[in-house]
C-alpha cells in the first residue's frame, strides 16, 4: 500500500501500487476537494535508500530549525517548502528572502565511481553563496565535503557519505 497526498488540499489517499510496472502514470482525483492529479510509479523507496550520497544539514537560524536532507543522483532541487510546489528538497522555513526553487544540487558518479556534487543558483531572487563566494548566472561550482553554502538567510552544510560526522 501507498499513501499519496493532494496537492490542494493535503488530503491523503491511499492506493495499492503493485502491479504497476515503474515509469507507469496514475491519474486520481480527490474525494475531499476533487483536484485531479498525476503520479509517475517510481522505484520502492527501500531500493533507492539502500545507498548512501551524502546529506545536506541546514542549520539552525531565525526562521528554521534543524534539518536534514538526504540527497539522491541527479539533480536535487533545494528551496523553502510551500503547499503546490513540486521540489525534492523542501526546507521547512519562513525565511522570505529564500526562493521555492532556490538552488540544484547534482549528483553524479566520475569514471572511478566517485561522488561528484555541483551546485548552481536557480535564478534565485537574493542568489547561492557558497563559502562567501556567490555563484555566477549559469555558474556550476563543485563542492566538496564541509562546503558551507548560504541560500536566502539560510545557512546548509555539505556531508558526503566518506565524511566523518
Same mark, same amino acid.
Given at each position: 500500500?501507498?499513501?499519496?497526498?493532494?496537492?490542494?488540499?493535503?488530503?491523503?489517499?491511499?492506493?495499492?501500487?503493485?502491479?504497476?510496472?515503474?515509469?507507469?502514470?496514475?491519474?486520481?482525483?480527490?474525494?475531499?476537494?476533487?483536484?485531479?492529479?498525476?503520479?509517475?510509479?517510481?522505484?520502492?523507496?527501500?531500493?533507492?535508500?539502500?545507498? $548512501?550520497?551524502?546529506?545536506?544539514?541546514?542549520?539552525?537560524?531565525?526562521?528554521?530549525?534543524?534539518?536534514?536532507?538526504?540527497?539522491?543522483?541527479?539533480?536535487?532541487?533545494?528551496?523553502?517548502?510551500?503547499?503546490?510546489?513540486?521540489?525534492?528538497?523542501?526546507?521547512?522555513?519562513? $525565511?522570505?528572502?529564500?526562493?521555492?526553487?532556490?538552488?540544484?544540487? &547534482?549528483?553524479?558518479? &566520475?569514471?572511478?565511481?566517485?561522488?561528484?556534487?555541483?551546485?548552481?543558483?536557480?535564478?534565485?531572487?537574493?542568489?547561492?553563496?557558497?563559502? &562567501?563566494?556567490?555563484?555566477? &548566472?549559469?555558474?556550476?561550482?563543485?563542492?566538496?565535503?564541509?562546503?558551507?553554502?548560504?541560500?536566502?538567510?539560510?545557512?546548509?552544510?555539505?556531508?558526503?557519505? $566518506?565524511?566523518?560526522?
Amino acid at each position: 500500500m501507498k499513501r499519496v497526498t493532494c496537492p490542494k488540499c493535503d488530503h491523503p489517499i491511499v492506493f495499492d501500487d503493485n502491479g504497476y510496472p515503474i515509469g507507469q502514470s496514475l491519474v486520481f482525483e480527490c474525494e475531499h476537494c476533487r483536484k485531479s492529479f498525476t503520479i509517475r510509479i517510481g522505484e520502492k523507496q527501500d531500493e533507492v535508500q539502500d545507498e $548512501d550520497l551524502g546529506h545536506i544539514t541546514v542549520i539552525e537560524n531565525r526562521f528554521c530549525f534543524k534539518q536534514t536532507l538526504q540527497l539522491s543522483e541527479g539533480d536535487n532541487i533545494i528551496g523553502r517548502y510551500n503547499k503546490g510546489t513540486i521540489i525534492s528538497h523542501p526546507i521547512e522555513t519562513t $525565511d522570505p528572502s529564500m526562493d521555492r526553487r532556490h538552488c540544484i544540487i &547534482n549528483v553524479k558518479r &566520475n569514471s572511478s565511481g566517485e561522488s561528484v556534487y555541483t551546485i548552481r543558483d536557480n535564478s534565485s531572487v537574493t542568489g547561492t553563496f557558497v563559502m &562567501n563566494r556567490i555563484l555566477g &548566472n549559469r555558474e556550476r561550482l563543485r563542492i566538496e565535503d564541509g562546503a558551507i553554502i548560504t541560500i536566502g538567510a539560510t545557512t546548509l552544510i555539505l556531508h558526503t557519505p $566518506d565524511s566523518e560526522d
